[in-house]
T-cell receptor, first 115, second 111 residues
Framework: NAGVMQNPRHLVRRRGQEARLRCSPMKGHSHVYWYRQLPEEGLKFMVYLQKENIIDESGMPKERFSAEFPKEGPSILRIQQVVRGDSAAYFC?????????????FGSGTQLSVL | QKEVEQDPGPLSVPEGAIVSLNCTYSNSAFQYFMWYRQYSRKGPELLMYTYSSGNKEDGRFTAQVDKSSKYISLFIRDSQPSDSATYLCAMIYSGNTPLVFGKGTRLSVIA
């Protein structure tokens, strides 16, 4: 029973390029959350999605960032025109349907480095 | 004032010691309190979850919540080198609001 799968584990991009981070939730889970962890900072909420719906995007930067969770396939966090300040670890978490988010299961994260 | 304050450490203790990790928070609307453990280059994993003032015990771990003082603690008894990790406190207002994390305390247990 695989846990939350994130890929790639490491992603290097040059300034101005696009970054795509993927997350496959645990089997049977239909809620996905994205968090960002900057060096020496705690995890910061970005967005909460259910299949084909964005439920809460209050933590997403207004520009360049978008997220989706299609009916089929993984959830994608997309960062356009990356800047050095986007360098961070991005974590995805999932929870089962009809579950609140106090018990989340996290993936191992994608470390994004912007050169 | 940050919503959740947590001393980042690092904290270094000898094997077998009792470890005390703490967080304070500013908003009394927080209802649910969690402790996560994060090993290097891994995602956080849930250790303890509680929603009421008082103590909750699970093996060597005890979570304590004092809502009147807006203070939560995690105690680790008989600490082991395998407990070396970063410990993050987290809390939420209600079941469908985002988790708010502390910065994490880095713990090293020395054999």
């Amino acid at each position: 029973n695989a846990g939350v799968m994130q890929n790639p584990r490491h992603l290097v991009r040059r300034r101005g390029q696009e970054a795509r981070l993927r997350c496959s939730p645990m089997k049977g889970h239909s809620h996905v959350y994205w968090y960002r962890q900057l060096p020496e900072e705690g995890l910061k909420f970005m967005v909460y999605l259910q299949k084909e719906n964005i439920i809460d995007e209050s933590g997403m930067p207004k520009e360049r960032f978008s997220a989706e969770f299609p009916k089929e396939g993984p959830s994608i966090l997309r960062i356009q025109q990356v800047v050095r300040g986007d360098s961070a670890a991005y974590f995805c978490a999932s929870s089962p349907p009809a579950s609140s988010n106090e018990k989340l299961f996290f993936g191992s994260g994608t470390q994004l480095s912007v050169l | 004032q940050k919503e959740v304050e947590q001393d980042p450490g690092p904290l270094s203790v000898p094997e077998g010691a009792i470890v005390s990790l703490n967080c304070t928070y500013s908003n009394s609307a927080f209802q649910y309190f969690m402790w996560y453990r994060q090993y290097s280059r891994k995602g956080p994993e849930l250790l303890m979850y509680t929603y009421s003032s008082g103590n909750k015990e699970d093996g060597r771990f005890t979570a304590q919540v004092d809502k009147s003082s807006k203070y939560i603690s995690l105690f680790i008894r008989d600490s082991q080198p395998s407990d070396s990790a970063t410990y993050l406190c987290a809390m939420i207002y209600s079941g469908n609001t985002p988790l708010v994390f502390g910065k994490g305390t880095r713990l090293s247990v020395i054999a």
